[in-house]
């Protein structure tokens, strides 16, 4: 059974209980361009509640409620309005409706307010169908208002005009200008899950002019954005941000970044791809220009894969050096090997190694 069957079937479970449930937000959007989105959300009058009682419910948080479906999760949203707004960010107040036009009107954009059934027939009180067919992004209501209440819907404007190449309407646009200073007080953690969809997509460059057009790369605290080199993974984007103390980034990513800042500013070299893992090594070569393949290739056909395929042991190095030396004249034999200099061959090594001093 395919994700939107499940859905279906779901719906009309729902249904049976006496409620309303509709497929809406990015699914439909998608599914009206012709594409599959993956993600499939789902609204409903029932509430969490009631949920619960009939589904196997996995988390429940502010009326969304995850569950689980003949093997799948969905989210299920019970229908809502929202009143007022704290921080920029969260309404203050949740009440429940069956009122589905009610929940469809506190949603972001009227291209993300298109409802399906579980006939598969659309449901558009709001005209989104329109907005998709013009690609244009519309605000639903007032966009200063709008955005005002949940200032990180500026940034899902610049994703969706980014992924889905569509423009922001005018009124939009000047709202986003307008208001840009509220994404002050968006968490860093919301907008880097923004800003790494913008610079993952394949319209990366469109993007940055994007947030540059609204002049939101000051606020966001990467004006480097401006200069950077795009490569097509957001972490060789925020390496050149020097944003790592200001965004949250895993330790991990950090020592990843710092890297690839080093590797950035040297020669192309193997001994990057041999010191490396796979995963680096193949960020590595997209930096450099090479390709995913390339790089396989070249890390399974290295002359050495590690320490332990030099032609000598440390033991006949000990001959030659002092033993607190020893690491550090591997490592330059594996750099000499790597770039073609020498051959992994013990009489070679000696011979290079006696020259060396
Ligand atoms: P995609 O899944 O492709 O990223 P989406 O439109 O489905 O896009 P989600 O974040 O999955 O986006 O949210 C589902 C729906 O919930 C949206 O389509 C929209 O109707 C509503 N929504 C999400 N975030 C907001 C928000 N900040 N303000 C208002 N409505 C929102
Ligand atoms: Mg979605």
């Known amino acids: 059974m395919t994700q939107l069957q499940k859905a279906i079937l779901l719906l009309k479970e729902i249904k049976q209980h006496n ?8 699914f439909v959007r998608d599914y009206l361009r012709g594409i599959q989105n993956p993600d499939i959300d789902i609204c409903t009058s029932m509430d969490p509640d009631l949920l619960k009682q009939y589904f196997k419910v996995k988390e429940e948080h502010y009326g969304s409620t995850i569950l689980m479906f003949h093997g799948s999760y ?7 309005r929202e009143i007022g707004s704290k921080q920029n960010r969260y309404p203050e107040k949740i009440i429940y409706t069956d009122n589905l036009e009610e929940d469809l009107k506190r949603r972001d954009f009227r291209m993300n307010a298109i409802c399906m059934n579980e006939k598969r027939e659309i449901i558009d009180p709001l005209g989104g169908k329109d907005d998709v067919k013009r690609k244009q992004i519309v605000c639903i209501g007032d966009p200063i208002k709008r955005l005002e209440e949940d200032a990180l819907r500026i940034l899902r404007a610049i994703r969706f005009a980014t992924t889905l190449n569509f423009s922001l309407d005018s009124s939009l646009s000047e709202a986003i200008i307008q208001k840009r200073d509220l994404l002050k007080a968006i968490s860093y953690q919301r907008k880097k899950e923004e800003l790494n969809r913008i610079f993952s997509s394949s319209r990366a460059i469109q993007g940055r002019t994007l947030l540059i057009e609204h002049q939101l790369l000051d606020v966001l605290e990467i004006p480097n954005l401006k200069n950077a080199v795009f490569y097509s993974h957001p972490l060789l984007i925020w390496m050149q941000l020097g944003v790592d103390e200001i965004y949250p980034f895993t330790k991990e990513e950090k020592k990843q970044m710092k ?7 040297e020669p192309w070299n193997l001994y990057r791809i041999y010191e490396s893992d796979l995963q680096t090594a193949i960020l590595i070569g997209m930096m450099k220009g090479k390709g995913k393949e390339e790089i396989k290739i070249l890390k399974n056909n290295l002359p050495i894969q590690n320490r332990q395929d030099i032609k000598i042991t440390s033991d006949e190095l000990q001959q030659f050096i002092p033993v607190e030396k020893i690491s550090y004249n591997y490592k330059k034999i594996e750099q000499a090997i790597l770039t073609g200099k020498l051959k992994n061959k013990k009489t070679d090594i000696i011979e290079w190694l006696k020259k060396q001093k």
């Open 19 to 26: 409620h309303q449930a509709y497929i809406v937000g990015g």
């Open 74 to 80: 969905f989210e299920v949203t019970t229908f809502r």
């Open 259 to 265: 890297y690839f800042r080093k590797c950035m500013g």
